[in-house]
């Protein structure tokens, strides 16, 4: 078992920054994969970005350049640096991680992004 919490979203104008963090209840160094989804209104749920156990990551094509993903695995922790926001960026962001083979979820995050 395993909880993920995040923080950091809020408000903020098109071309700002925010910093989503996702702090894991227990080690996540074996961790398969961790990262992140998102979810508009009306929309299906998303990845926005994975990064593996080999610290190689992935994005979705829609925010490659900018936003990028690290995870801290001395503080169990991990984070989503979002720059350049759109207001198409608009959504509920949730951590997933992945310790073997089962899948965790966390509650969520609002992030908007005004014009």
């Known amino acids: 078992q395993v909880q993920v919490v995040e923080s950091g979203g809020g408000l903020v104008q098109a071309g700002g920054s925010l910093r989503l963090s996702c702090a894991a209840s227990?080690?996540?160094?074996?961790?398969?994969?961790m990262g992140w989804y998102r979810q508009a209104p009306g929309k299906q749920r998303e990845l926005v970005a994975l990064?593996?156990?080999?610290?190689?990551?992935n994005y979705a094509d829609s925010v490659k350049g900018r936003f990028t993903i690290s995870r801290d695995n001395t503080n169990n922790t991990v984070y989503l640096q979002m720059n350049s926001l759109k207001p198409e960026d608009t959504a509920v962001y949730y951590c997933?991680?992945?310790?073997?083979?089962?899948?965790?979820w966390g509650q969520g995050t609002q992030v908007t992004v005004s014009s």
């Open positions: 997933y991680c992945q310790p073997s083979i089962k899948d965790y």
């Open positions: 227990r080690s996540i160094s074996s961790f398969n994969r």
């Open positions: 990064i593996f156990s080999t610290g190689h990551s």
